[in-house]
C-alpha cells in the first residue's frame, strides 16, 4: 500500500492525507480514538478514483494541533474549519466511533452543508456522566496508564479487545500502530471528552441520506443499538457486518468497502 505523505491546511492546524481528483466528490473520513489519518489507506486507495478522499489527523493526533480544551463540540467547530481550509463543498463525511459522534454534532450546527453522512460503528450517546457502565468504561481505559503503562504497551491488548472474527493481519498491524503512536494526552482527553455525550434528540433532524454501518461483535457500539438509532433518522440506511469488531475498515477492508461503494453509488449522483 502507498504511502502518501501528509499535508497541512494552510492555517498549520490540521494533518490530513488525500487520494483523488482535488475537483471529484470530496469523501471526507473521520478515525476513532485509537485511530489516525492512515488507518483510512485502504479506502483512500479503494474510493481515490471516483471521489476526492481525505483522511484527517483528529486534532492531537498525528500532524494535528491539539485543542486547548477537548469537547466533541470544539471537534466539531475543528471539522468545520478544516472543511474550509480544504475547499471541501457539500462533502461526504465518513465518521467512525468518535468520528461519527463529532459528525452528528456537526450535522446539528451544519444540518445541510453535507452530500451524505456515515455514521460508522459509533452511537449518539455516551451516557450520564455518572452513570455506573461510564465510569467503568473510562476507568477500564485510563486506570492502566496511570498506572504507568503507555500506549506502545497498550496497544495489543487494546486492538485485540476491539477486533471481531478472522481480521485481517495488515490491518491488524496497522491498528496497533495507530493505538501505539497516540499521544496520551490525546488519548485521554478524548476519553474524557465522550463523558455526557447525548444526540439521540437530535437524531430526527438529520435530513440527508445516512448510512449506519455496525459490526455483529463490536461490544463498543453494539448492533442492536445501532439498528435502532437508524430508525430514528427519516433518511437512515442500514447495514451489519457479520462477525466484525469495531474496526470494520481495517478488520474486514473488502467487506467494509462494498458496503461503502453500495452506499455511494446511491447517494453520489444526486445534486
Known sequence: MSQPAPIITRDGRFAYEAAGDPGAIPLIFLHGI???????????????????AIAWDMPGYGGSAPLASVSIAALADALQQF???????????????????IVQKWLVQSPKLARA???????????????DWQKSFIAARLGPLDRGETM?????SLVKELIGDDPDPRGMELARECMASVP??????????????????????????????????????????????ATYIASAEYIELAGVGHLANLEQP??????LSRFLNSVATKA
Do not use: C
Open 152 to 156: 506502545k504497551s497498550l496497544a495489543p
Open 254 to 259: 473488502d467487506a467494509f468497502n462494498e458496503a
Open 34 to 52: 485509537g485511530g489516525a489519518a492512515r488507518a483510512w489507506r485502504q479506502q483512500l486507495a479503494t474510493f481515490g478514483n471516483r471521489f476526492r
Open 83 to 101: 472543511i474550509e481550509q480544504i475547499g471541501a463543498n457539500r462533502p461526504i463525511l465518513v465518521g467512525h466511533s468518535i468520528g461519527g459522534m
Open 184 to 229: 496520551e494526552a490525546s488519548y485521554r482527553a478524548m476519553m474524557l471528552a465522550l463523558i455526557g455525550f447525548d444526540q439521540r434528540s437530535t437524531l430526527k433532524d438529520i435530513s440527508v441520506p445516512t448510512l449506519l454501518l455496525s459490526g455483529s461483535r463490536d461490544n463498543n457500539a453494539p448492533a442492536p443499538m445501532m439498528a435502532k438509532t
Open 117 to 131: 453522512v456515515v455514521l460508522a460503528q459509533t452511537s449518539p450517546a455516551f451516557g450520564k456522566a455518572d452513570g
